[in-house]
């Protein structure tokens, strides 16, 4: 599996990182009894940093939130997964429990304020295209039967899109059967590898408590032209 960027939308964004990992043998059936204490940890993270501010005067947030926009995306609207996670921890609320993959990526991606992306490796056909979506690009999301892909940031396979980086698609959602995941944070270009790092760091060490990694690296796009 290769990861390609469309050229068109590489213009409009500038450059991105994708923070990728692969993990197989997953046992999704598992359960972990850390997480409450890992999302209690993150929780009380959250709320002593944006204890005087809000998460749009975050410097990563608001860096993400430009990516969106770049496309013709509106980020108050159609909210970043990471943003969404935030806010929700920052109410009072619970996270939606998925399964033990899910949930711990959502720490992550809450903790790091990057979203991120879950995909079975098994339904994603051919090589991956980071793209703009077009007018007439709709996919199934996992809570939601159609979402148009005009003008969002999306990952397509040779079938179609499969997500981006508010909602997942219901074809290659990970279920009980799930052997092999793809991890997908979508970066943008102006944070350092090292923060995507970190990010992938604490991903891997969650997901080797019920999984094997079998790769984590970051792909970088940049216009060059600029």
């Known amino acids: 599996m290769e990861f390609y960027i469309n050229h068109d939308t590489l213009q409009k964004i500038k450059g991105i990182k994708l923070g990728i990992l692969k993990a197989s043998d997953i046992d999704l059936a598992s359960s972990n009894p850390d997480f409450e204490r890992e999302?209690?940890?993150?929780?009380?993270?959250?709320?002593?940093?944006?204890?005087?501010?809000?998460?749009?005067?975050?410097?990563?947030?608001?860096?993400?939130?430009r990516m969106y926009r770049a496309v013709g995306w509106e980020p108050t609207r159609y909210r970043p997964s990471s943003e969404a996670l935030i806010r929700r921890i920052l109410k009072g609320n619970p996270l939606y429990r998925i399964n033990i993959a899910v949930d711990f990526g959502n720490l992550v991606s809450a903790r790091f304020h990057?979203?991120?992306?879950?995909?079975?490796?098994?339904?994603?056909?051919?090589?991956?295209?980071?793209?703009?979506?077009?007018?007439?690009?709709?996919?199934?999301?996992?809570?939601?039967?159609?979402?148009?892909?005009?003008?969002?940031?999306?990952?397509?396979?040779?079938?179609?899109?499969?997500?981006?980086?508010?909602?997942d698609s219901k074809r290659t959602s990970l279920n009980d059967n799930t052997k092999e995941a793809l991890a997908v944070f979508f970066c943008p270009y102006d944070i350092e590898d090292a923060y995507l790092d970190e990010t992938l760091d604490l991903l891997q060490e969650y997901f080797e408590q019920f999984a094997i990694v079998d790769f984590r690296g970051i792909k970088q796009y940049k216009n060059i032209a600029l």
């Open 114 to 167: 990057l979203p991120m992306g879950l995909y079975d490796t098994a339904k994603i056909i051919g090589n991956v295209t980071l793209d703009t979506g077009k007018k007439e690009e709709t996919y199934e999301g996992i809570n939601k039967p159609l979402i148009h892909a005009e003008n969002k940031l999306i990952l397509k396979d040779n079938k179609g899109v499969f997500g981006n980086p508010t909602a």
């Open 39 to 65: 999302f209690n940890t993150i929780k009380k993270f959250l709320l002593k940093k944006f204890k005087d501010k809000r998460p749009a005067e975050d410097e990563t947030v608001s860096l993400v939130r």
